[in-house]
């Protein structure tokens, strides 16, 4: 299963999303995306931030991950 919240946050698009491993956990995953207004943005990948029992809570921590590190930027 693989699920995905986008949202703006601070200029970037952040793409907070999961996936399930064999092992029955959850992956938590990133894609942050910054229009720099040139012809080519900014774009981060994160794999596997951390690992859950939930998806929900794997999603919920790329978010707070995703925030965090557009915050630490300036």
Do not use: T
């Amino acid at each position: 299963m693989h699920n995905s919240k986008i949202y703006q946050y601070n200029g970037y698009k952040v793409v907070a999303f999961a996936h399930r491993l064999p092992d029955g956990l959850f992956a938590s995953n990133l894609l942050l995306e910054r229009n720099s207004g040139h012809e080519k943005g900014s774009r981060y990948q994160f794999h596997v931030l951390d690992y859950f029992k939930d998806e929900a809570q794997a999603i919920g921590h790329s978010r707070e991950w995703a925030r965090d590190w557009v915050d630490s930027r300036g």
